[in-house]
């Protein structure tokens, strides 16, 4: 495999990127050739896939001096001749792991016709799977829509707000998540249509909540009652609108004349051929019933609904 | 008198599937077993009907996550890989068999000729690139393709953030004009998702029409005159075809569709599960997981009856079961038009039937050629043609009514809970603190010039859309391969956050990066700046 004849192939701007990278002295200069040049130079030490493997190999079934010798004049590794055992192979796995970022590097041209071979990594397939973090100490309550009945709110607080919280519930105050029914109006925390309290305790982080409208808007807040019984709000969410599930009642409907790009309106006649809505739109048993290892009905009625545990899984 | 129209929508999706660092990787296989049983094969009914001078029209989504992994090298060479094994293992089937059973061995035979053919066919006559085939019958006229949102991201859910919309939309249309040299007229909203105001961002990116599920349509805010069997245009001028519930029903439902035929094949019976360890161990997971390997002799046999009780399968009286359905889908779809022409007294109606493209061969074996002799026999008639929705548009509407749809998916009861309930909620807090600190980043570092930043502020951007994948919320939900989309997203999440982590610290491991690029290689045109906000 000559490295040479692959950089003579490649294009100007991925040899200056690749002399970039190698950080080759005044890349940005360089003609093509020059770029071949100054690359190839570098590349001379670089050793093969097939050697890197079989050093790898090697350096696995506990090798004799004599071989680690072999393996680091190979590599180009410089030794005195009294060098320790176990400093040579310091040095070699040191190189090894360089050949192995080099080795990502040069896979990278795989993806290219004529790439190259691949030395794939043997290794089990068990990389580590990295724990996500539980909070984000961020003072934040989302709504989302899950269904014309359902809402979802997650929520994540500051140290700041998570302390509060903690001094309130010390107290013996209660926490709660307000709902409010907002559907066409600019909230200003006291014209709600309706709204509802579901009291969350300590360390719950999410919750579905049924509600009673399609197409309507919903906020949510997070507080707590204080002494004198006012609710104290902390934190705000966003407006989440539940999706229609009926036909509209609007008694106009426009059209527009494509060639002229002009809009009229009529007198709506509805829906020709009324279609057989079934199967549309549901009922929280069937919503219950998808999830339910997930979702507990924990209050009367079936009004609200709640996650058990709620960490990851 | 053609008295309407029909457009048979195939959405072709896998999430972004790739391992380069292993020499094999069983989630892999789901693009392996697509490209066989259903890509493949819909080649060659393309190729059938063309030859045969049938007009065929079909509008298909290639998701951009496919595209990129069809188009993926060593995507490509792992799966002529597999393929050769996959022969070799016929070969041993045919040997085998020969001593079992004749019906089986018919089958073995048919297998190994069927797999030979499709790996020359994808190696020698397309020189690997399947979206090369694809883009010639497009370019032929036969097939409309359109996009998809980037990587496929569950919208609804991010709505509260234009920016990540709008990155998922443009990275969607990007992808699609690199791999098909042109501009994408249409769109597939991934899970066929929409809410109120995206239609906003498709105009933005020029797309002129995408698809809703049938109550989005239906209960948009007016009353539609033709229902979903004639197109709507939002405010921002886009246009929206619905999905005709019948269709569907005929193809979908366990009652009454067709898949569930007696002599099809049964999908649950494989040689990777019904042979012995030894036999077997070269053709599965290296792990010893056993799997499916696409050997399969069994039919669906008869309702209620056991995996082990089902009897051999036959692949001429399957043929036969495909020839009358699609004969009996065509005549439903004739008399479905001449009664909407009638209603809408002369009004011609478009049938808009879309599918899960690899319900199509994967899922029903039979379905590529199910397909195939629908048109022939559409093609008997005059009643009823094919159309793509452009076409459509370019000819047959004068005026369209002006609506907005219904926030509508097409999941389990029509709406979010798929993607987003008690087994995959936990997501959303880790995408949405992504999406807040991609938007940070991006303002900070919007005039930034440093070519090693911008890789990093890429890379993110990259990670981003790769955790957004729906796939990942509605494999949870399904509860298969639940491990696997869960540490996909944990995965992503982390590879963020370390980059984000770099700039903040201005500590750059160039070595890591790399290998971050090449491990998710995806969107090489992608651009961070998509994610500022003024």
């Known amino acids: ?313 | 008198m053609t008295k309407g129209y029909i457009s048979l929508v195939l959405h072709a999706h896998l999430p972004y599937v790739r391992h380069p660092q292993y020499e094999e990787f069983m989630e892999e296989r789901w693009l392996f077993e697509a490209i066989t049983e259903t890509y493949i094969p819909l080649i060659r009914v393309f190729e059938n009907l063309e030859q045969d001078n049938i007009p065929f029209k079909i509008t298909m989504s290639l998701t951009p996550p496919l595209l990129e992994m069809l188009d993926s090298r060593d995507l490509q060479e792992k799966y002529i890989r597999h393929m050769k094994k996959l022969i070799e293992l016929s070969e041993k089937e045919v040997e085998v068999t020969a001593e079992e059973d004749r019906t089986k061995n018919k089958m073995a035979e048919y297998y190994l000729e069927d797999f030979k053919d499709a790996l020359n066919l994808f190696e020698k006559k397309y020189n690997s690139s399947l979206v090369s085939a694809f883009k010639h019958f497009q370019d032929k006229g036969n097939l409309e393709i359109i996009t998809c949102n980037a990587t496929h991201g569950f919208l609804p859910l991010m709505e509260r953030y234009p920016n990540a919309v709008r990155a998922q939309v443009k990275n969607g249309v990007k992808t699609y004009e690199r791999h098909l040299s042109r501009a994408p007229k249409g769109i597939w909203l991934a899970e066929c998702a929409y809410s109120a105001g995206l239609d906003k961002y498709l105009a933005e990116e020029n797309i002129r029409y995408f698809f809703v599920d049938s109550h989005g349509v239906w209960f948009g805010d007016t009353q539609p005159k033709f229902g979903v069997y004639r197109p709507i245009i939002t405010e921002n001028g886009v246009f929206v075809f619905g999905r005709d519930p019948e269709s569907s029903e005929q193809v979908w439902s366990a009652e009454i569709g067709y898949p569930g035929d007696f002599r099809y094949r049964e999908f649950y019976r494989d040689v990777g599960f019904d042979r012995e360890d030894e036999y077997i161990k070269p053709y599965i997971d290296s792990s010893g997981v056993r799997l499916n390997t696409g050997i399969k002799y069994h039919a669906v046999t008869g309702r209620n009856i056991a995996l082990g009780d089902k009897d051999y399968y036959d692949i001429d009286k399957a043929k036969q079961a495909a020839l009358e359905h699609a004969a009996d889908f065509a005549n439903k779809k004739i008399e479905q038009v001449e009664n909407l022409y009638k209603a809408f007294d002369g009004t011609v109606p478009i049938i808009v039937a879309p599918f899960d493209a690899e319900l199509f061969g994967h899922w029903w074996y039979e379905g590529p050629f199910f397909i195939e002799n629908f048109f022939r026999k559409l093609n008997e008639k005059e009643v009823l043609k094919p159309i793509t929705p452009p076409e459509f548009i370019e000819n047959y509407i004068d005026s369209v009514q002006i609506s907005t749809p219904a926030d509508s998916t097409w999941g389990a009861n029509g709406y979010n809970e798929v993607w987003l309930n008690g087994s995959n909620d936990w997501i959303y807090r880790h995408l949405d603190e992504m999406i807040e600190r991609m938007t940070e980043i991006s303002n900070t570092y919007k005039n930034e010039k440093n070519q090693l930043k911008i890789r990093v502020l890429n890379q993110a951007a990259r990670e981003l859309l790769l955790a957004q994948s729906s796939d990942w919320a509605f494999i949870m939900t399904t509860g298969t391969t639940v491990e696997y989309a869960s540490n996909r997203t944990k995965v992503h999440v982390d590879r963020f956050m370390k980059l984000i982590d770099w700039l903040k610290t201005s500590a750059i491991d160039e070595k890591e990066l790399e290998k971050i690029e090449w491990l998710d290689a995806i969107f090489p045109e992608i651009d961070f700046r998509d994610y500022i906000m003024e």
């Open chain 1, 1 to 313: 495999m000559s490295r040479n004849v692959d950089l003579k192939e490649m294009k100007v701007v991925d040899l200056r990127k690749l002399a970039q990278k190698r950080k080759v002295h005044g890349y940005y200069k360089m003609r093509k050739e020059e770029l071949v040049e100054a690359l190839s130079d570098e590349s001379e030490s670089v050793i093969e896939y097939e050697d890197i493997s079989e050093i790898i190999n090697t350096m696995n079934s506990n090798p004799k001096i004599h071989q680690l010798r072999k393996i680091a004049k190979k590599m180009g590794i410089s030794f005195q001749r009294k060098i320790k055992k176990n400093e040579l192979i310091l040095r070699i796995n040191r190189e090894i792991s360089k050949k192995k970022t080099w080795e990502v590097v040069d896979l990278k041209n795989y993806s290219s016709p004529g790439g190259e071979k691949v030395n794939f990594n043997k290794e089990n397939k068990t990389e580590n799977i990295p724990e996500l973090k539980k909070t984000y100490l961020k003072d934040k309550i989302v709504a989302l829509a899950v269904n014309p009945e359902f809402l979802y709110f997650y929520w994540d607080f500051s140290n700041q707000t998570k302390k509060l919280m903690e001094e309130v519930i010390s107290k013996n105050l209660k926490t709660y998540l307000r709902v409010y029914d907002v559907t066409y109006i600019i909230f200003n925390r006291n014209n709600a249509h309706t709204s509802w309290d579901y009291e969350i305790g300590k360390g719950l982080k999410d919750y579905y909540v049924h509600v009673p409208f399609a197409n309507a808007s919903y906020i949510a807040e997070i507080g707590y009652i204080n002494e004198n019984g006012l609710f104290i709000p902390l934190l705000r969410s966003n407006s989440a609108h539940t999706p229609q599930n009926s036909f509209s009642e609007r008694s106009e409907e426009k059209w527009l004349e494509l060639e002229s790009g002009f809009k009229l309106s009529c007198t709506s006649k509805g829906i020709l051929s009324k279609p057989k809505v079934d199967n549309i739109g549901i009922s929280s048993a069937e919503f219950g019933k998808m999830n339910e290892k997930d979702i507990k009905i924990i209050s009367g009625g079936g009004s609200f609904m709640r996650k058990e545990g709620g960490e990851n899984k």
